[in-house]
């Protein structure tokens, strides 16, 4: 796949389709490529999914199934992929899967539709360090989230980006979940957008979103599509969203991330043993730090870009 090519141009006004380039976790300035570095060694049960030259991130939601997106393993076989994982975020990844069968949610391959969903059946064993995810089933908005992703990075853009293979995370709030904002898309779309304390950049402001940003705040860019979008409940990280796309190019200060809600697959997601929280629990992956504080966005631009985010 190469970086993906597909940017769809979608108006406020027209809902427009044009196609152009992709590119992936970057932070702002106060937290930093070392802040982010620390922060994502500890989520060792997100992994890099790989289909032929692209790259891809997931989740592992039970002891043979990882959770991706749909546009990652769209059109390939089963034996075209793989997973990795890395213990410690050090970029070594300690083992390789392959998979044995995906499971796509329809044959339409539209990343703001709402489907944009896979589950890969891996042959062998997870590492004993990878423990699953739980699921969230419950509404996101304006909550607390984790972004967690393999892809390149940087600060406040991937302008000169690290490369590809060292597990980041960051922070963000959720400010949308429906149709894709400024208007488009399917209604299973949750957005979030990345804040620098200022109007330009608070993209989903004209939707109440506040422009103040978190100590940890960031967005993604390619090679993050398909990881998780992780809110914390009982002690535990759960996964409330998988990531499809988003606006610029440069994943710079004011790019809007799309993320594919998974609750309304909770039947398809349990049918391969992913189960969804519904009380504490002393299983579940564990948070591997105290989350920041703080909020999030403000403005709109009439024309927004959708980017997938492989790599």
Known sequence: ?????????????????VLQPAQAIVVNSTFGAAGALAFGSGFSSVVQVTNGGSVCSGAVISATAILT???CTFGAGAGALGVRFDQNG???????????????????????????????????LLPGWATPFELFAGDPFAELVTLVGFGQRGVESVS??????????????VDAVGAAPPGGGGANIISTDFDNGTAGANTLGYLGSSATPLAREGTTAGGDSGGPLLISRGGNYLIGGVLSGGTRADSGYGDISWWTGISMYRTQIESFG?????????HG???PGSLALAMFALLSVGVVGVRARPT
């Open 1 to 17: 796949m190469k970086p993906d090519s597909r940017r769809f141009l979608l108006s406020a006004l027209l809902g427009l389709a």
């Open 69 to 71: 997106a749909q546009h």
């Open 90 to 124: 050090d970029g070594v990844f300690d083992q390789t899967n392959g998979v044995t069968a995906k499971f796509e949610l329809d044959a339409t391959n539209v990343l703001l539709d709402g489907t944009d969903m896979a589950i890969l059946t891996i042959g062998g």
């Open 160 to 173: 000169g980006a690290s490369p590809l293979g060292v597990r980041w995370a960051a922070e963000n709030i």
């Open 274 to 282: 992913g189960r969804f929280y519904t009380a504490p629990t002393s």
């Open 285 to 287: 992956v564990p948070e």
